[in-house]
């Protein structure tokens, strides 16, 4: 397959196995450089109506396929992604702007994902049998399945819906943010070869694409991940045809140290999770609670290794944690974060420094020093390398604070005595809960957020369930 690192313009949205191209295209950034990359479609209403209905008589035949069959057709997908990792790689850190190794680490794990959810199967459950009848509850795919991307995660976060919504018997129109349209469009002409026609289609354009998505009759149900905004709007669109729908949305998490921690083992850990893609991962520590008795140790710790180890550059250079900022917008927003730091008076442990000489969405790690509970730093997720300290006393309190948010996506308790970590662990209210780790994922472990971090869950046994109707099916043995 050809490569498309060269071309100026894509052929055309994915469409029943064949490129369809727009009349209008548009491009993104390489936010490492600033540089526009090759132009992109731009799908206008008509084109999302054909490869609806492309999808729907897809479905007719694919809805009938056996679990060895989607099986299979998963697993060679899988191969073929593996075959144009590298492809896949560069594209990624062109328009993502993460790290070479983290950019290996999301294609790894998206590869793990695929081959996973390929062996997950939703069986048929008795749940009476008896000489007078049988009740048995069955599974039913949806139908067709609109998938809508950020652009933090495009990779992982596209085939870990497109793989359950395939495998339970749905077909899938998959929308990537405008912001990282590349890989997705890569991932849609890569399954051109071996899915049927209509079973897995690309349409790339805008915000309005997204909502004509949500809206659309002939779509059943929408998986989105993306803002908590976005996330109410998707809500109360596909409220409108009742259609099914799963939200993954934004996090701020706390992290939760203990006095007892060894600091030496701890802190590098955390810290790199902290400004891991600058900060742009949903599930990330983006509040960190340190113990009084240590808080000044941990400070003074966390700043050194901070200015030691987390090095802010380009995805291509060598021993990146710090990539760009991934698009003009978030970097607006997160320079706005930054000039809090003199506005609102917030005490700096780590300056951070917004690189308004490069050409890149450059902003180095800022460590906000025990700023007030209700500041901005400690409410609002950044979605940036600043994060601040704040300093607890009691376990009943930075329990209370850690759960005060209108955010559940993730916390963690970092402690020597694993019982009162698991005690703390316990009250939490967040959908991934950890004791001394933050951000484990697993395919087969569901992903999902509490309040307003999301509705229903992703992956594992229980995310495929979300792409099903439940039908009982009673069978009397006697009128
Ligand atoms: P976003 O909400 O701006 O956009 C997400 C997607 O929704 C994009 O494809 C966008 O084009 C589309 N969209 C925009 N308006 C729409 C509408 N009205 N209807 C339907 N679709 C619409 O989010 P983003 O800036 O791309 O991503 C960052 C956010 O995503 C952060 O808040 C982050 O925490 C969150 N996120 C959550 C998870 C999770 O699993 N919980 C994972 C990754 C990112």
């Not at 069959?69 to 144009?84: G, H, I, K, Q, T």
């Not at 495009?154 to 890989?183: E, I, R």
């Not at 506005?343 to 700023?371: C, M």
């Not at 004791?435 to 992956?459: C, L, Q, R, Y």
């Amino acid at each position: 397959m050809a490569s498309n690192l060269d071309i100026e313009t894509y052929p055309g949205n994915i469409i029943k196995n064949e490129f369809v191209p727009t009349p209008t295209t548009r491009h993104s950034y390489n936010p490492a450089t600033g540089k526009a990359l090759y132009e992109v479609p731009v799908a206008r209403k008509e084109d999302l109506d054909v490869a609806v209905s492309c999808a729907r008589r897809a479905f007719e035949t694919w809805s009938h396929t056996t679990f060895e069959e989607r099986s299979s057709r998963l697993l060679a997908y899988a191969d073929a992604m593996e075959e144009n990792r590298l492809e896949l790689e560069t594209l990624q850190i062109m328009e993502q702007g993460k790290s070479l190794a983290l950019t290996r680490t999301e294609i790894t794990m998206a590869l793990q994902w695929l081959r996973a959810f390929a062996t997950m199967e939703l069986k048929e459950e008795v749940l009476e049998d008896n000489a007078t009848r049988t009740i048995c509850q069955t599974r039913t795919p949806l139908g067709t399945c609109a998938t809508i991307i950020p652009w933090n995660w495009p990779t992982l976060l596209g085939v870990g819906k497109v793989g359950p919504a395939l495998m339970t018997g749905n077909v899938v129109v998959m929308k990537p943010s405008p912001h990282a349209p590349y890989c997705s469009l890569k991932l849609g002409e890569l399954g051109m070869r071996i899915f049927p026609p209509g079973v897995f289609q690309v349409l790339s354009g805008g915000d309005d694409l997204g909502l004509w998505m949500t809206e659309h009759p002939g779509i059943d149900m929408v998986s989105f991940t993306g803002s908590i905004p976005t996330g109410k709007r998707v809500a109360a669109s596909c409220a409108k045809t009742l259609k099914r729908y799963v939200l993954g949305l934004g996090g701020n998490d706390a992290a939760i140290v203990c006095e007892d921690v060894d600091i030496s083992k701890c802190l590098p850990k955390l810290t790199t999770l902290a400004f891991l893609s600058s900060g742009q991962v949903c599930m990330l520590p983006k509040r960190i609670y340190i113990h009084e008795k240590i808080y000044e140790e941990w400070k003074d710790a966390m700043v050194e290794f901070s200015k030691e180890n987390i090095r802010t550059g380009g995805g291509f250079e060598d021993g990146i944690t710090v990539g760009p900022v991934q698009n003009k917008m978030q970097f607006e927003f997160v320079k706005d974060m930054y000039s809090q730091i003199k506005t609102a008076s917030w005490k700096t442990a780590l300056d951070g420094r917004v690189r308004d000489d490069s050409e890149g969405y450059f902003i180095e790690p800022a460590i906000i020093d025990n700023p007030p509970e209700d500041s901005r730093i400690v409410i609002e997720e950044p979605f940036g390398p600043i994060v601040p300290l704040l300093r607890w006393s009691s376990d009943e309190d930075v329990i209370q604070r850690a759960n005060a948010l209108r955010a559940g996506l993730g916390a963690s308790v970092w402690s020597r005595d694993l019982d009162r970590a698991e005690r703390m662990a316990r009250q939490l209210d967040a959908g991934n809960v950890w004791v001394n780790s933050h951000f484990d994922v697993a395919p087969h472990v569901p992903f999902g957020g509490h309040k307003e971090s999301g509705i229903g869950m992703e992956w594992g046994i229980e995310g495929l369930k979300h792409y099903t109707n439940v039908r009982i099916l009673w069978k009397c043995k006697m009128y």
